[in-house]
């Protein structure tokens, strides 16, 4: 089984105003983060998404919220022919001790159980340290998006200290959905 784990914010869609997503309004997507998604999903690829929401933990919005947020995302997607399979979330606030939240590996490992797949088999792509991080902490095949927090990050240049051995740089999720297509060689378009 072909398994993608996207991180959500700043990867799908843009952040919010406050740097996080606490409606279904403030939920936009990224230009060409759903048709690249779509892409993946034609060829076979299954879209999971893993996202801290620590807004939950912190009483900024309600489960019913976090679900309408999903079902816009949801539908969006639907309109361009694509899905993601799951959404997995970490509900805790950054000081609760809890082992989903990333850079822990716990979300990524209840993927991977769920679906029945060695967590080197997947890959793991989004714009935030973290979630890279989580994945190294799998043995996950890991991918940068330069997007949201990862804007400042150029896709030609070496990355800054700190990131995972082995990451690969794209300019975005479409960049890096044409990569992973031409490698396993299905058709970008």
């Known amino acids: 089984m072909?398994?993608?784990i996207l991180n959500r914010d700043?990867?799908?869609?843009?952040l919010g105003s406050d740097e996080y997503v606490a409606s279904p309004d403030d939920w936009v997507a990224l230009p060409g983060a759903l048709e690249a998604i779509a892409r993946l999903n034609r060829a076979g690829w299954h879209v999971?998404?893993?996202?801290?929401?620590?807004?939950?933990?912190?009483?900024?919005?309600?489960?019913?919220?976090?679900?309408?947020?999903?079902?816009?995302?949801?539908?969006?997607l639907a309109a361009v022919g694509g899905r993601i399979d799951a959404v997995f979330y970490c509900p805790h606030a950054p000081d609760e001790a809890c082992t989903c939240r990333?850079?822990?590996?716990?979300?990524l490992e209840q993927i991977c159980e769920r679906y029945g797949v060695d967590c080197e088999d997947i890959v793991v792509a989004g714009n935030c340290?973290?979630?890279?991080?989580?994945?190294?902490?799998i043995g996950a095949r890991l991918h940068l998006v330069c997007t949201g927090e990862s804007a400042g990050i150029a896709p030609d240049q070496p990355l800054p200290p700190g990131w995972p051995e082995g990451t690969r740089v794209h300019a975005d999720l479409a960049a890096f959905a044409d990569h992973l297509l031409q490698k396993t060689g299905a058709t970008p378009a």
Do not use: C, E, W, Y
């Open 2 to 4: 072909k398994i993608v």
């Open 10 to 14: 700043g990867t799908i869609n843009a």
């Open 48 to 76: 999971v998404v893993a996202s801290n929401q620590p807004g939950l933990g912190r009483g900024m919005f309600d489960v019913a919220t976090l679900n309408a947020i999903h079902a816009k995302m949801h539908r969006q």
């Open 102 to 107: 990333k850079p822990a590996p716990g979300l």
């Open 129 to 137: 340290l973290v979630h890279l991080q989580a994945g190294a902490a």
